[in-house]
């Protein structure tokens, strides 16, 4: 894609966007994470040079990389994955933005003794696995919210904005839709949560209209 190519195709997805959140209501705004898992650099420089600045990395070593690669730029990063133990120290290192995938009283606690050791804070969301699916990771919507209050109250260094998850994966739009309805629901039961964080390429208008207000997208922006 030539540069003027990229910026018609964002237009048109920012367009799909300003639609849906407005169907919502004029003062819905919703968020554009880049999944930038797909792409290097130079794809990553030439989605900045037309205005965007926000991006997400599922693994850490990957976003390393980048994150050195582009260290000129004032680009956000978060990290959108799963996160292993072994590589806290290493994602900490890279001063994310956020981070939208805890998904285990575990990793929450390691996480908040390192930032502790490193003098360090970093926002965070509570991941719900809102499609009951062996395959996602996050809390049982059931222990989502007790949970999310223990982290609050445990681990001071984590500032907690709110919830993420993945859409249910599945050809029927009414299953997806109740895993973004439980997903809202647990986030309006939060108080003082900023960040509802679901909807991807596939189903960020279903996302948004079940009140998204970050959409992480891949697939379609980069390829
Ligand atoms: C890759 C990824 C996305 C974006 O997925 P697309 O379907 O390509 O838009 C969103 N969230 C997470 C956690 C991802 O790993």
């Given at each position: 894609m030539t540069s003027l190519e990229q910026k018609l195709h964002f237009d048109t997805i920012i367009d799909r966007i300003e639609k849906a959140r407005l169907r919502?209501?004029?003062?819905?705004?919703?968020k554009i994470v880049a999944a930038s898992k797909y792409v290097g650099e130079s794809e990553i420089r030439s989605l900045y040079n037309i205005g965007h600045r926000a991006f997400g990395e599922n693994k850490v070593q990957d976003m390393k990389i980048k994150v050195d690669a582009l260290e000129d730029l004032p680009?956000?990063?978060?990290?959108?994955?799963?996160?292993?133990?072994?590589?806290i120290n290493?994602?900490?290192?890279?001063?994310?933005?956020?981070?939208?995938?805890?998904?285990?009283?575990?990793?929450?606690?390691?996480?908040?003794?390192?930032?502790?050791?490193e003098g360090k804070t970093l926002r965070a969301l509570v991941q719900v696995n809102s499609a009951y699916e062996e395959s996602k990771s996050g809390f049982h919507p059931d222990e989502f919210t007790d949970t999310y209050t223990q982290i609050a109250s445990e681990c001071p260094n984590?500032?907690?904005?709110?919830?993420?998850?993945?859409g249910a994966h599945s050809d029927e739009i009414k299953v997806i839709q109740k895993s973004f309805e439980i997903?809202?629901?647990l986030f309006e039961k939060i108080p003082n949560a900023a960040v509802c964080s679901m909807g991807m390429s596939?189903?960020?208008e279903l996302a948004i209209a079940c009140g998204s207000n970050l959409v992480r997208l891949g697939s379609i922006l980069f390829k």
């Open positions: 919502v209501s004029d003062h819905h705004i919703v680009l956000e990063w978060h990290f959108i994955g799963t996160l292993q133990k072994n590589k290493q994602l900490i290192s890279l001063n994310p933005y956020m981070i939208h995938s805890i998904d285990s009283l575990e990793l929450a606690y390691a996480l908040n003794e390192r930032l502790i050791r984590l500032q907690l904005m709110g919830i993420m998850s993945i997903t809202h629901s596939s189903d960020f």
